[in-house]
């Protein structure tokens, strides 16, 4: 869906306006935005494999801010490596939502591959579309998600009864418990679409972020 074609939804649903008097499109233009950022956290529908450089003597790293969510982490083999004895196994912890540690401490400067979800560019002309890479590259089908979450704090912010102040639309985007409607459906179809096992590595929660820095 474009931009054009989501604002007209949610600005028609709600009555808000949209004139040279005066203009809600905007607000609408940042719920749309929020509603991406949110779908992509949560559901994770969209991943890319990044590299991340490390450097010798160092082990926690600072993630870029384009990094919305790491999915899962492995270690990259060197072209250099022939012999499995010859890759280094890391191991990584991902301290807070910013900081990652490498284990053991990388000896040389080389790269991580990262499975991540990545922050995408906020839509701004009428023809941007949820689908393409720079705005979110989000499936046709999931695309629905986003309008829900614009109409939601849409309504709330009209006040709208019908909406019960964007109550109904919380409910249909995320449910009642904040974890299942579209969302949880979202993020259903979307652990039904792989059957690959689990990675050799994976990422753990820390309770404390020590400073870091991220270089990549």
Known sequence: MTNDEITKLVTYELGLQDN????EA???????YNGTLDLLSRARPVVRCINLNVNA???QYTLDHKILT?????SGARPRAARAADVTAYSFVLVRSDVLLVRPTPSEDGSVQVWAVLRPQK??????D???EAFGAIPDE????VVTYALW?????ADDQSGQQGELYRIQYEGADGRSGRLGQIKTLVNKRGTASLARTRVDLAAQAPSGYFSG
């Open 26 to 32: 905007s607000f609408v233009a940042t719920w749309i």
């Open 130 to 132: 949820l689908g393409t």
């Open 57 to 59: 003597g160092t082990d």
């Open 153 to 157: 704090k849409g309504s709330r912010y």
């Open 142 to 145: 999931f695309q629905d998600a």
């Open 20 to 23: 040279t008097a005066f203009s």
């Open 123 to 128: 839509m701004v002309n009428p023809t941007d």
């Open 70 to 74: 790491l999915v899962d982490v492995e």
